[in-house]
């Protein structure tokens, strides 16, 4: 398994000025939405799909998700274009009925902790709906920076989207603590040397610095304490 990498020499003080969240599965779950419209799809197109795939997707982009669903079945560029497009319409059905009230346990509380410690605030996601499913959140005014896989040549787990994000709160990502739940995307945060907090089982995250099972009760200090400490 991938090991956690020590951003910084151990001499050094960790100082930590900025989050970045992922999304799905961190601020608010996605999956169950994911899976509905996924295996929509999957039915109409007499693919074979069940939740267990579908858990194999959590932090893939869409394509990459299609490309996993299809297997070694070859179709045309335009035909895999028409059912990205198909999937999207039917989760952005799902999509439209979202409030603050699909916000995860603890994520309000722990933005208003980083607010008033002047932390810069980031998301980081694999989905091209990142900016609308912020904005159903009621998260807009919260963060100071929205990327998603879109804005950088390539997808998690590569650390582009990670990178750029530091870039766009002003800050090293040593400075930062990136916040996941999928194994691509903390195997991103560690490749582009931010301190990373995963949520979910170890087999799931266990390369993280710091793992929790969610951010349910998460105070900011004590996260703090955690990232102290991991090295
Ligand atoms: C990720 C999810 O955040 O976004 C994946 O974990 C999803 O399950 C991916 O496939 C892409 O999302 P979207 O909204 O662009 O289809
Ligand atoms: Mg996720």
């Known amino acids: 398994m991938l090991q956690p990498q020590f951003p910084i020499p151990d001499a050094e003080p960790i100082v930590i ?13 996605t999956l ?15 693919i074979p799909f069940d939740r267990k795939a579908n858990e194999a997707l959590r932090g893939l982009s869409r394509r990459d ?17 028409e059912m990205l497009d198909r999937k999207n319409r039917y989760f952005l059905e799902f999509i439209q009925t979202m409030t ?7 994520v309000l509380d722990l933005l208003q902790e980083l607010r008033s410690d002047g932390i810069r605030i980031a998301i980081a996601s694999a989905s091209q709906n990142v900016d ?3 904005r159903q959140l009621g998260l807009t005014d ?6 998603n896989v879109y804005n950088v040549p390539h997808p998690k787990p590569a650390p582009d989207v990670f990178l750029y994000a530091a870039e766009q709160i ?22 582009a040397r931010m301190w990373v907090v995963g949520l979910g ?14 951010l349910n009760s998460v105070r900011w200090k004590d996260l703090l304490d955690k990232i102290q400490c991991c090295r």
């Open 100 to 106: 603050q009230d699909h916000l995860l346990p603890g």
């Open 170 to 191: 002003g800050l090293p990502p040593h400075q930062c603590i990136a916040i996941e739940d999928a194994e691509s995307g903390v195997k991103a945060a560690l490749d």
């Open 65 to 81: 998700s299609l490309m996993a669903i299809l297997g070694d079945r070859m179709l045309g560029e335009a035909i895999v274009e």
């Open 17 to 29: 000025r900025g989050v970045v969240f992922d999304m799905d599965g961190v601020l608010t779950d």
């Open 132 to 134: 609308l499913v912020t």
């Open 32 to 46: 169950e939405f994911h899976y509905q419209t996924w295996q929509r799809l999957a039915d109409e197109e007499n």
């Open 142 to 147: 919260w963060v100071d920076a929205i990327t």
């Open 201 to 214: 089982p170890q087999e799931r995250v266990g390369a993280a610095h710091v793992i929790l099972s969610n």
